[in-house]
């Protein structure tokens, strides 16, 4: 199995483009996660999705908006880039009710927005 | 706020010796916390977590620890080899919030040969 595979993997942008990361999970999981990683700091959550057919706002979501496609597809998008966007993004999943956050990642999204 | 992180940024050890990576936390309500390992240019793996209720669970290699009087988690690495070198961060989760995790800033290990 894949797991959980993000694309693209490195992006490029000006300051005031649009673009939408994108992840999809094959594990059958009904939680998926968007977290951001800025450099020395640890992962901060931009949005989370319980389930399918809905998505709410984590820590950092100013900026962002999200799409839960379907059970396996989680997007996030980025209606005008900044600088301050600048990071690692990376997708997660996980089994609903895991409390004890188990969390899937995929291999991250390296976004520069010059 | 509530905030997890870690005492030191940095740890080198010798290869075949025991690794010991410390974090503070201050939710109190926290039900679960978690060590998370992640290589360079890869995504962050599960390791092992601990509940609340307890303050010892042992895995292949790992220890982790949890004293709740002082709000700190440790995690053991047993003969820590090359292969552990990596960025170690510990989280913390209550049960309510589902699994959005607070993610402490990391440990860099390196383990010299």
């Known amino acids: 199995n894949a797991g959980v595979t993000q694309t693209p993997k490195f992006q490029v942008l000006k300051t005031g483009q649009s673009m939408t990361l994108q992840c999809a999970q094959d594990m059958n999981h009904n939680s998926m996660y968007w977290y951001r990683q800025d450099p020395g700091m640890g992962l901060r959550l931009i949005y989370y999705s319980a389930s399918e057919g809905t998505t709410d706002k984590g820590e950092v979501p100013n900026g962002y908006n999200v799409s839960r496609l379907n059970k396996r597809e989680f997007s996030l998008r980025l209606e005008s880039a900044a600088p301050s966007q600048t990071s690692v993004y990376f997708c997660a999943s996980s089994e609903v009710g895991s409390g004890s956050g188990e969390l899937f990642f995929g291999e991250g999204s390296r976004l520069t927005v010059l | 706020g509530e905030s997890v992180g870690l005492h030191l940024p940095t740890l080198s050890v010798q290869e075949g010796d025991n690794s010991i990576i410390n974090c503070a936390y201050s939710n109190s309500a926290s039900d679960y916390f978690i060590w998370y390992k992640q290589e360079s240019g890869k995504g962050p793996q599960f390791i092992i977590d601990i509940?609340?209720?307890?303050?010892?669970?042992?895995?292949?290699?790992?220890?982790?620890?949890?004293?709740?009087?002082?709000?700190?988690?440790?995690?053991?690495?047993?003969?820590?080899?090359?292969?552990d070198s990596a960025v170690y961060f510990c989280a913390e989760n209550e049960e309510t919030s589902g699994s959005r995790l607070t993610f402490g800033e990391g440990t860099q290990l390196t383990v010299n040969p």
């Open chain 2, 51 to 83: 509940r609340s209720n307890m303050d010892k669970r042992q895995g292949q290699r790992v220890t982790v620890l949890l004293n709740k009087t002082v709000k700190h988690l440790s995690l053991q690495i047993a003969a820590t080899q090359p292969g």
